[in-house]
C-alpha cells in the first residue's frame, strides 16, 4: 500500500476517528488496530457509571489525536482496506513513516486505547512493519495495565466495544 499525506490537517471525530474532504466530499478514516472510548453525543445521557467514565475517556482520546495531529508538521497514512461502515482503514503517522511516530503504538501506550486486533492466523504478518505495529499495540496495552495507566486504572471503565454492546 502506498504512503499518503492528508493535504490539509484532517478533523478529528473522536480518538480513532479522522475526516478529510477531497472534491468537497467527506471522507472517513478510521485507525485500524485499535478501539477508543466513545464520545458523548448530544442525545448521550448518563444511566450508568460506565457512561459517564466512557465519555471522560473518550474525551481524553480524542484530545490525544487532536495534539497529534496538531502538532505534526504532515500527518502521513497507509491505506489498508476499507471496514464494514465504508470508512477507510490506516496506520497513521505523525512527520515520517516510522513505528516511533505511530499513532497506534502512541495511544495504546497511553492507556487510551484497547487493542482491537484480529488474530494473527487471519491477517498477513509477512511485511516487518505489520507485525511491529501488532506487536507494539500489544506490548504496550499490556504495560499500561500493568502500571494502571489510562482506561486501566478506572474501576468503571468497560471495553468500547462492549459499551457499544450494552447501548443496543
Same mark, same amino acid.
Given at each position: 500500500?502506498?504512503?499518503?499525506?492528508?493535504?490539509?490537517?484532517? *478533523?478529528?471525530?473522536?480518538?480513532?476517528?479522522?475526516?478529510?474532504?477531497?472534491?468537497?466530499?467527506?471522507?472517513?478514516? $478510521?485507525?485500524?488496530?485499535?478501539?477508543?472510548?466513545?464520545?458523548?453525543?448530544?442525545?448521550? *445521557? +448518563?444511566?450508568?457509571?460506565?457512561? #459517564?467514565?466512557?465519555?471522560?475517556? &473518550?474525551?481524553? %482520546? #480524542? =484530545?490525544?489525536?487532536?495534539?497529534?495531529?496538531?502538532? =505534526?508538521?504532515? +500527518?502521513?497514512?497507509?491505506?489498508? &482496506?476499507?471496514?464494514?461502515? &465504508?470508512?477507510?482503514?490506516?496506520?497513521?503517522?505523525?512527520?515520517?513513516?516510522?513505528? +516511533?511516530?505511530?499513532?497506534?503504538?502512541?495511544?495504546?501506550?497511553? &492507556?487510551?486505547?484497547? %487493542?482491537?486486533?484480529? *488474530?494473527?492466523?487471519?491477517?498477513?504478518?509477512?511485511?516487518?512493519?505489520?507485525?511491529?505495529?501488532?506487536?507494539?499495540?500489544?506490548?504496550?496495552?499490556?504495560?499500561?495495565?500493568? $502500571?494502571?495507566?489510562?482506561?486501566?486504572?478506572?474501576?468503571? *471503565?468497560?471495553?468500547?466495544?462492549?459499551?457499544? $454492546?450494552?447501548?443496543?
Amino acid at each position: 500500500m502506498a504512503i499518503k499525506v492528508f493535504k490539509a490537517k484532517p *478533523f478529528v471525530i473522536d480518538g480513532d476517528t479522522l475526516v478529510s474532504w477531497e472534491n468537497e466530499q467527506p471522507i472517513y478514516y $478510521r485507525i485500524r488496530w485499535i478501539d477508543t472510548p466513545e464520545t458523548k453525543r448530544a442525545d448521550d *445521557f +448518563v444511566k450508568t457509571p460506565y457512561d #459517564k467514565s466512557q465519555w471522560k475517556w &473518550g474525551e481524553l %482520546a #480524542k =484530545s490525544y489525536l487532536i495534539d497529534y495531529v496538531k502538532n =505534526s508538521n504532515c +500527518v502521513i497514512y497507509v491505506e489498508k &482496506g476499507l471496514d464494514i461502515y &465504508g470508512r477507510t482503514l490506516i496506520d497513521l503517522y505523525r512527520d515520517r513513516k516510522a513505528i +516511533v511516530t505511530n499513532y497506534q503504538r502512541l495511544i495504546s501506550a497511553a &492507556g487510551l486505547s484497547a %487493542a482491537y486486533l484480529p *488474530f494473527p492466523q487471519n491477517i498477513n504478518l509477512s511485511p516487518r512493519d505489520e507485525i511491529t505495529i501488532y506487536c507494539h499495540i500489544i506490548r504496550n496495552q499490556y504495560t499500561a495495565r500493568i $502500571r494502571k495507566e489510562g482506561i486501566w486504572r478506572d474501576p468503571n *471503565f468497560i471495553m468500547p466495544w462492549e459499551w457499544r $454492546r450494552l447501548k443496543r
